[in-house]
């Protein structure tokens, strides 16, 4: 199972970006998506946003209001708008899909998200 993120880049505080993220090589629908990130000189990833697969959404107090997102469930895909971005929202940002039923999880490979002027 691959996750493929994508629409990184570098916008100036205040602007919005969109990512993407899809998965492929899995026959099952996750039963979470989430997109993390970690902060440069962080060790952590923190969570950004996360829904389940009927639909229930949590936000990261950071980022709520600001961003928003959605995924298809049947296509195992995922995407995070953000909005009003700060410079604290610098970080690498990461896919995430998980199968409960057999505990496996994977993540995606990063797409780097700079906001500076």
């Known amino acids: 199972v691959q996750l493929q993120a994508s629409g990184g880049g570098l916008v100036q505080p205040g602007g919005s970006l969109r990512l993407s993220c899809a998965a492929s090589g899995s026959m099952f629908s996750f039963d979470n998506m989430a997109w993390y990130r970690q902060a440069p000189g962080n060790q952590q990833r923190e969570m950004v946003a996360?829904?389940?697969?009927?639909?229930?959404?949590n936000f990261a107090e950071a980022v709520k209001g600001r961003f928003t997102a959605s995924r298809d469930a049947a296509k195992n895909t995922l995407s995070l708008q953000m909005n009003s971005l700060k410079s604290e929202d610098t970080a690498v940002y990461y896919c995430?899909?998980?199968?409960?039923?057999?505990?496996?999880?994977?993540w995606g490979q990063g797409t780097q998200v700079t906001v500076s002027s």
């Open positions: 996360l829904i389940t697969k009927v639909g229930v959404t």
């Open positions: 995430y899909g998980d199968l409960l039923s057999t505990g496996d999880y994977y």
